[in-house]
C-alpha cells in the first residue's frame, strides 16, 4: 500500500451488513448490531477508508421484554440507511417482530425511539427509497425462512413520505426461484439511478455467494439481473452485501462484507462505474480488488474505530456494548479511571453466553494481543471476573475468590456442544487480588491465554479456537459475577485495555 493506494479490508472487524450514505462531504454507515445494546453503531469518513465510530443510534432493543436476556443472532439485521428531508434514517428488520424505523436531524442524534412500521415474522433487510421525481416512497425487503418459511424473493411496497407505515400489502417483486441458479437472495439496496428503480441484492449465501444488480423501470417491475461481483480466483469469498454511494466529484464506490468466521463480517471497499450498457461493474471487471487506488477525496490522517481504553470516570467507550439491554449499577461511574463492574448475582455465571452484564467489543481481524488489568474488590466466595473470548464456545482468564477469602487466577472454557464451562489450567494465587490478563489471538483467531501476578507473564492451558454463532463474529468480553443470591456482592475494576499488534 502507498498514500494513493487503500488494502482491503477497510473495516477489518465484524461491522456485518454495511450500509453507507452521503451528506455533503461526510460519508456515514451503519451495520447490524444483532442482540447488542447499545445497537446500530454509526461511522464516520472522509475518505471511505479511514472510518470512526462516532455513536449508536439505538440505545435500547424493543420489545425491551425480549432483551433481558442475551439473543446473539436475533434483534437487529442488516439496517439501511439514508437521508432524506433534512433528517437521518435507519430501517432494519427484526426477525421475530417486524420491520422498525429511527430518524435524527444529526448523526449524533437525538434518535426517535424504535417506531414498528410493519409487524410480522421474517420481515428482513428492509431498505427505504424516496423517489424525488415523483414523490412516491417506497421500501423493499428481503424475507428470513427460519421465522416465515420463505425466502429468496424481495417483497416492494408503496410507503407513508414520513415512513411511518406501508400502504398496501407488498408485491413480489424479484423472485429468485425463477431465476436459474439463484438461491438465498437478500440484502436489498433500494436506488433512483439514470431513470431506472435499482437493486442491488446479493444471493448465494454469506460464504460463497455473489452480489447482483437488477434494475426497472418501474419500481414493481418487471426486473432484469445480472451478475456483478463475485469471487472469481480472488480469495475474498462471498462477496456478500453493502451500499453505493456516490463522491462529490461523481466517483462511484461500493462497501460489501466478507465473511471470515471468527472474525465475522469485514469489510471491503470496491471501485464502481457505470459500463456502456447502463449496468454497474464492481471491482475488476466483477472481481474484488485487494488494493487500489484511494478515491478522489482531500486526504485524511490514518483512523479506525477505537479499541483501547482508560475508561476514565469509570465510562467505557462508543466501542463496548452490553449483552443484552442493561440494567442500572451493572458499571459505576467514580472519580478515577478504571471500570468498576458489580458482580452481578446469577445462576448462570457457569456459562457466559448466558449472561446479559458481559461488557463487549468486536474481535480485530489482524493477529493481535489482547491486554487489561483487573482486580477483584469483592470479597464473595465463588464472585469471579475476567477477559473473555465470546462466541457459541468461549474461553475466559480472571480472578475468583475462594471460600479461604484469596484471590486464585482461573482459566475456563466451554466447547459449542458444552452447557457449562470447565477448567483450562491450574488456578494460581493471585497477591492482593490483582492480576493483569492477556490474550494473544494469532493465525485462524487462535487463542492464548496469559497472565501476571507480578513476576512475569505465564501461559494457562491449550490454545483456544474462538469461533463465531451462527451471524455474529465472536467477540472480546468484560465481565464481573457472583453465585445467585441476596445482596449486593461488591465489585471488579479493570484498567488499562489495550488491543496491539502481534
Sequence with gaps: MTAETYTNPVLDADWSDPDVVRVGDDFYLTASSFGRAPGLPLLHSRDLVNWTLVGHALERLEPAGEFTGPRHDCGVWAPSLRHHDDRFWIFWGDPDQGIFQVNAPEIRGPWTRPHLVKAGKGLIDPCPLWDDDTGEA???????????????????????????????????????????????????????????????????????????????????????????????????????????????????????????????????????CWGTDGWPVLGADGAPVAVHRRPGLPPQPPAA????????????????????????????????????????????????????????????????????????????????????????????????????????????????VAERERDAGHATFAPEGRVRLRIEIGAGARCRFLYDVGDGPRASGPVFAATPWRWVGALLGLFALAPAGQGHAGAATFTQFRISAL
Design 138 to 272: 417506497y421500501l423493499v425487503h428481503a424475507w428470513a425462512k427460519s421465522r416465515s418459511g420463505v425466502k429468496n424473493r424481495l417483497t416492494g411496497h408503496r410507503m407513508h413520505p414520513d415512513g411511518t407505515e406501508l400502504l398496501d400489502d407488498g408485491k413480489v417483486i424479484v423472485d429468485g426461484d425463477r431465476i436459474p441458479g439463484w438461491f438465498t437472495l437478500e440484502g436489498p439496496k433500494l436506488y433512483r439511478h439514470d431513470g431506472w428503480f435499482w437493486i442491488l441484492a446479493p444471493a448465494g449465501g454469506v460464504e460463497t455467494g455473489w452480489q447482483g444488480a437488477f434494475r426497472s423501470r418501474g419500481f414493481f417491475g418487471p426486473y432484469e439481473e445480472r451478475t456483478v461481483l463475485e469471487q472469481k480466483d480472488t480469495d475474498v469469498n462471498g462477496p456478500h452485501q453493502g451500499g453505493w454511494v456516490r463522491t462529490p466529484s461523481g466517483e462511484d464506490w461500493f462497501l460489501h462484507f466478507q465473511q471470515r468466521g471468527a472474525y465475522g463480517r469485514v469489510v471491503h471497499l470496491q471501485p464502481m
Design 305 to 416: 474505530p477505537a479499541t483501547d481504553d482508560d475508561f476514565p470516570g469509570g465510562r467505557f467507550g462508543r466501542q463496548w456494548s452490553w449483552t443484552a439491554n442493561p440494567h442500572a449499577g451493572w458499571a459505576t461511574q467514580h472519580s478515577g479511571d478504571g471500570l468498576k463492574l458489580a458482580c452481578v448475582r446469577s445462576a448462570e455465571a457457569h456459562d457466559l453466553r448466558r449472561i446479559s452484564s458481559v461488557l463487549t467489543q468486536r474481535l480485530p481481524g489482524t493477529p493481535s494481543a489482547v491486554e487489561v488489568e483487573l482486580r477483584l474488590d469483592s470479597r464473595e466466595p465463588g464472585a469471579r471476573a475476567g477477559l473473555t473470548v465470546l462466541g457459541d464456545a468461549f474461553g475466559w482468564i480472571g480472578l475468583q475468590r475462594g471460600t479461604d477469602g484469596a484471590a486464585h487466577v482461573v482459566h475456563r472454557f466451554a466447547e459449542a
